[in-house]
């Protein structure tokens, strides 16, 4: 089979609210979006990024200093960045044709598992990309796509696969157990059991973490962003 182009897709959350106890907004993990971008780019595939309904925001959070490095705060805020340029030219997901990309990336950010759990235009990308040859990764809570993903035969598309994401432990360290149960928002391990898929927890929950299960990869937290990436485009060039 002819390899899907090398193009790739940056699937982002929508949504962008209040969601942490001090009342900032959740919304896309800023990182997991920028640093799948730089791999990408470096490796000279065209990306675009998707999203629901054509909006997104950041995680107030993912922009503290502590989160991000000076040169990372400076391409976002520079519109003429690489990075700024592309994300600025984000589009709702059912205007672009998911069999001219190879890879679909999904970025966290608890704004994901408000919705990606059920996101029709992200998983019907998301399902083209897959039956078309490609790959299908996704970071921290971007593995909450996955809840909606069906195969042909109408079964979760990620049964029996073995997958990671962010660890519950990880919610905990946030003092988001108690939000989480309020809102019924489910943890990526609880998404991964709904779906039969095997959730494998990272050895720790803040450290680089990532695998693949033949054309799927997945990451478990901010730090493993780049590994997600670098394991799609590896598992791409092998197509």
């Known amino acids: 089979m002819t390899p899907p182009p090398m193009k790739a897709l940056l699937a982002v959350t929508s949504y962008n609210d209040s969601f942490y106890p001090d009342g900032k907004k959740t919304g896309v993990y800023f990182t997991e979006a920028y640093h799948p971008f730089m791999a990408f780019w470096a490796a000279g595939f065209d990306v675009q990024f998707v999203s629901e309904d054509g909006t997104f925001g950041y995680d107030e959070k993912s922009l503290d200093p502590i989160n991000c490095s000076d ?23 059912d205007k672009v044709n998911g069999k001219e990309y190879g890879i679909i990336y999904f970025a966290g950010g608890h704004g994901t598992i408000h919705d990606f759990c059920d996101a029709p235009l992200l998983g019907k990308l998301a399902t083209d990309v897959y039956f078309n040859n490609g790959i299908l990764a996704a970071v921290c809570h971007g593995p909450a796509i996955f809840n909606g993903l069906k195969g042909p035969d109408g079964k979760p598309l990620l049964e029996g696969r073995t997958i990671t994401g962010f660890h519950d432990q990880g919610e905990t360290d946030m003092g988001l157990d108690e939000i989480l149960k309020q809102r019924s928002l489910p943890t990526i391990r609880q998404i991964a059991e709904n779906i039969g898929a095997n959730y494998q927890a990272p050895p720790h929950p803040w450290k680089d973490y990532s695998l693949s299960d033949q054309r799927i990869v997945t990451g478990a937290n901010p730090a493993s962003a780049t590994s997600t990436a670098i394991k799609a485009i590896e598992l791409y060039n092998k197509l």
């Open 71 to 93: 040169k990372e705060m400076e391409d976002l805020r520079n519109p003429d960045s690489a990075f700024s340029k592309c994300a600025a030219k984000v589009v709702t997901a």
